[in-house]
């Protein structure tokens, strides 16, 4: 079973950095590939990248592309969402999910649909 909790949400201003954390409390952590959505203030929750289960290959939304990075410690069940040149549209509730490995393609890696496993998410503000 998958259990994730995001953290490392806040405040800052534009122009300013964050790391978010995803952890899972289980024991398959190896077995899932990682992703990170947010859901912007009266819009649809929407992809912002993902990793796999390796920790090499990972896919990112034309959004985060050039500013944020993804990476993954397997043995401590973490994967770490860096967030860089952040902008007052990133303002979001960001969330973790996890689906199988085994099932992602390049084509589905991002696909919302897809994820059956969800944290509750961390609230990034970005101030003007």
């Known amino acids: 079973q998958v259990e994730l909790v995001e953290s490392g949400g806040g405040s800052v201003q534009a122009g300013g950095s964050l790391r978010l954390s995803c952890v899972d409390s289980?024991?398959?952590?190896?077995?899932?590939?990682i992703a990170w959505f947010r859901q912007r203030p009266g819009k649809e929750r929407e992809a912002v990248a993902g990793?796999?289960?390796?920790?090499?290959?990972?896919h990112f939304a034309d959004s985060a592309k050039g500013r944020f990075t993804l990476t993954r410690d397997n043995p401590n069940n973490v994967v770490w969402l860096q967030m860089t040149r952040l902008k007052p549209d990133d303002t979001a509730m960001y969330y973790c999910?996890?689906?199988?490995?085994?099932?992602?393609?390049?084509?589905?890696?991002?696909?919302?649909?897809?994820?059956?496993?969800w944290g509750r998410g961390t609230q990034v503000t970005v101030s003007s």
């Open positions: 289980g024991s398959t952590f190896d077995r899932y590939y």
């Open positions: 990793i796999a289960h390796g920790g090499v290959t990972t």
């Open positions: 999910a996890a689906r199988p490995w085994r099932y992602v393609t390049p084509g589905n890696a991002l696909d919302i649909n897809e994820y059956k496993f």
